[in-house]
């Protein structure tokens, strides 16, 4: 079956500059999630969308900006990139997500690993 | 902000043993899920379950809603050595401004001695 698809799987970055990440979703699926995991840590949601719009916000910094396009992948934007920011950022997908009062669940691509050097 | 406890942090077993990991919360769930993570991949989805008091096997997995709506726990039987890994209790909460709005527990590190 299809999965959740994410691209890069690894990025290294410089500080201060800009990072892009993608999402594909499962097929049909409309509701995507973002969230990134610390070495050692559990993974943090960040943003949500469903049918393209912003349907819940985390603890995602100003510099980072996120949207969902009409084939339903999505991307994460961010921008002007600390040292901190080095994590691995996963995408999950769910079907109708919010129409169902954000019950269903979520399946997880394989994550990009970013590094902040 | 809402906090899954999970328990324990970390097993040592022996291939064959029988495991029990569970994650408390003092929020209610509608849904638990439970997730297993290799190192430098995805989360992968175990069990899900959606109603309190639920239980749900697959295959040497089974874990069960607790009734409180405020638990859950997943029991691993007859461990293998390719069960290591760490593994994840994630709540759900529907309505309100939370959406779709994963809360993970901090994860439990199984290693299996063959």
């Known amino acids: 079956a299809a999965g959740v698809i994410q691209s890069p799987r690894h990025l290294i970055k410089e500080k201060r500059e800009t990072a892009t990440l993608k999402c594909y979703p499962i097929?049909?699926?409309?509701?995507v999630y973002w969230y990134q995991q610390g070495p050692g840590q559990d993974p943090q949601f960040l943003i949500s969308?469903?049918?393209?719009?912003?349907?819940d916000k985390g603890s995602i910094p100003d510099r980072f900006s996120a949207q969902q396009f009409s084939d339903y992948h999505s991307e994460l934007n961010m921008s002007s990139l600390e040292l901190g920011d080095s994590a691995l950022y996963f995408c999950?997908?769910?079907?109708?997500?919010?129409?169902?009062?954000?019950?269903?669940?979520?399946?997880f691509g394989p994550g990009t690993r970013l590094t902040v050097l | 902000g809402q906090q899954l406890n999970q328990s324990p942090q970390s097993m040592f077993i022996q291939e064959g043993e029988d495991v029990s990991m569970n994650c408390t919360s003092s929020s209610i769930f509608n849904t638990w899920l439970w997730y297993k993570q290799d190192p430098g991949e995805g989360p992968v989805l175990l069990i899900a379950?959606?109603?309190?008091?639920e239980l749900t096997s697959n295959g040497r997995l089974t874990a069960q809603f607790g009734i409180t709506r405020k638990d859950s726990f997943l029991n691993i039987s007859a461990s293998i050595p390719s069960d290591v890994g760490i593994y994840f209790c994630?709540?759900?909460?529907?309505?309100?401004?939370?959406?779709?709005?994963?809360?993970f527990g901090q994860g439990t590190i199984l290693t299996v001695h063959p």
């Open positions: 097929p049909r699926h409309d509701t």
């Open positions: 994630a709540g759900l909460r529907a309505g309100g401004t939370s959406y779709g709005k994963l809360t």
């Open positions: 379950l959606y109603k309190a008091g």
């Open positions: 969308f469903y049918e393209k719009m912003q349907s």
């Open positions: 999950a997908s769910s079907l109708e997500g919010l129409r169902t009062g954000g019950t269903d669940t979520q399946y």
